[in-house]
């Protein structure tokens, strides 16, 4: 941030260097000469001298909140030449912060202000109140998407593994998750472990991560299989998740696309969220996922459940009737 000059007068004596031991500072004055310090300290300083100062100033970093990078006072007052009026009350999420209490969406005035600072000036003020239900019904499914990881692999690979080894389509039974509500956020079923928590994310849209760069290489070479627009966003969440040995931090990367729109002109969104690959165990956790569900459906896993539901059927159909033939007997 552009500050001016703030070089001090070149005869000021508090950042000459120093002077030998024998030299004497220069004694106050009744007047000082154009362009020289506007304090000469005295040669012999009491307790009783004193000088005032201007607080130092606040740089830009300083007044940015570290769990969001976002400006501690995000303000909630109308812009200038706004041509109408929006909304001041913060609606609260369903994710929880570190202290336990729920991280809050900004108003509408706030997120119209935020991209007014962003350089957005083209935004139409009747457009933010859509935006800001479209931001949050983002970050609401990204948190059900962190959720889902974290029921599955919470309490270590073993458990991962065995919740994951019959497909996607199994996993929420295995859970004991409702599968009919994907946006599920609250429901926490691992009663030894207490549920996860979002500490800090940050937003890094231009940095593309590897997996939505080797989909656009694929896309360029396949583009009838893989062809997909690039990500318009992508955030990196930091999530605390706590077992048996304690609390650890687990980070998540987030790319957000936009698909086609649905049959009703809606915006369509697609969200890809996995752990980051910083450590064995996140490498781990989603070779676990995708391959115990590629293996599950290539493997024809649904026939063999159908089949093992006959036989099991037919088996209990020949003891019924066994134990009829012996009564009659």
């Not at 935006?131 to 309490?155: D, P, Q």
């Amino acid at each position: 941030m552009p500050r001016g000059n703030a070089e001090p007068p070149p005869s000021c004596p508090m950042h000459k260097k120093s002077t030998p031991a024998n030299s004497r500072l220069p004694s106050t004055t009744t007047s000082t000469p154009p362009g020289a310090c506007p304090y000469v300290p005295p040669d012999n300083p009491t307790s009783s001298s004193s000088t005032t100062s201007s607080p130092p100033k606040q740089g830009f970093l300083s007044r940015l909140n570290p769990l969001n990078n976002m400006p501690f006072d995000l303000s909630n007052k109308p812009a200038e030449n706004q041509s109408q009026s929006l909304p001041l009350s913060r609606e609260a999420s369903t994710i929880p912060k570190g202290d336990g209490s729920l991280w809050e969406y900004p108003s509408p005035q706030q997120m119209y202000n935020a991209m007014l600072r962003k350089g957005y000036t083209d935004t139409p003020a009747d457009a933010v109140e859509s935006m800001v239900s479209i931001h949050n019904f983002l970050n609401e499914g990204a948190w059900a998407e962190i959720m889902g990881w974290e029921r599955r692999f919470s309490r270590g690979l073993k458990e991962g593994y065995r919740v994951c080894k019959r497909g996607e389509e199994n996993a929420n039974g295995e859970l004991g998750v409702d599968p009919s509500d994907p946006f599920d956020t609250t429901t926490w079923t691992a009663a030894d472990v207490p549920p996860p928590k979002l500490l800090r994310f940050t937003g890094r849209p231009d940095e593309p991560t590897p997996k939505s760069q080797i989909l656009q290489w694929l896309g360029w070479a396949w583009p009838a299989k893989y062809e997909t627009s690039p990500p318009f966003d992508r955030h990196d969440w930091f999530v605390e998740r706590c077992g048996e040995n304690g609390c650890e931090e687990v980070r998540y990367v987030i790319d957000y696309y936009e698909g086609p729109e649905g049959e009703n002109g809606e915006p369509v969104f697609f969200l890809d969220v996995r752990p980051a690959i910083d450590s064995p165990r996140g490498v781990a956790e989603r070779g676990i996922r995708w391959g115990t569900d590629v293996w599950w459906r290539a493997s024809g896993g649904v026939v063999r459940e159908v089949k093992k539901a006959e036989a099991a059927r037919k088996k209990q159909e020949e003891a019924a009737a066994g134990q009829t033939r012996s009564t009659y007997n």
